[in-house]
């Protein structure tokens, strides 16, 4: 069973557009809650998202309902991003962005964890 009753969906959201199978993706991981996919502009050698399936628009709209869904993309982000090369801790590791708000520079308004590894330099941090 789903943590969330239903999926909100917004018709116009790019990645509820992902979710849906209606624009392709390269996955690293979905389960009924949860879709990793590799970023399409990545920052760093190993760089994914994770996406509620729920159409949530930033971390700014999170209630205490949302804390299980959470929960779980934080407890799997080290463990996908080991699946994916990163090395172990603490040598290698890996860095998790939330964009949150035009200042916390977020571009796509449903709500996305970035996980970056790998060696570094990195682009953008
Ligand atoms: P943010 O600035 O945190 O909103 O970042 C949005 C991220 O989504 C950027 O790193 C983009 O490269 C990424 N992105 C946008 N469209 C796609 C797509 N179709 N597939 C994968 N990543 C995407
Ligand atoms: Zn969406």
Not at 36 to 64: C, E, R, V
Not at 87 to 107: D, S
Request: aromatic letters at 6%.
């Amino acid at each position: 069973m789903s943590i969330l009753n239903h999926h909100a969906h917004d018709d116009n959201c790019i990645f509820c557009k992902i979710v849906a199978g209606e624009i392709p993706s390269k996955k690293v991981y979905e389960d009924e809650d949860l879709l990793a996919f590799h970023d399409i502009k990545p920052w760093a050698p190993i760089h994914f998202l994770m996406i509620p399936k729920a159409h949530i628009p930033s971390m700014a709209q999170l209630t205490p309902e949302h804390e299980q869904m959470m929960g779980k993309i934080m407890v799997k982000a080290g463990e996908l991003a080991l699946s994916q090369g990163a090395l172990p801790y603490p040598e290698g590791g890996f860095r998790i962005v939330a964009n949150t708000g035009h200042h916390g520079g977020q571009e796509v308004h449903h709500l996305h964890v970035h996980v970056l590894a790998g060696e570094r330099p990195w682009q953008k941090i």
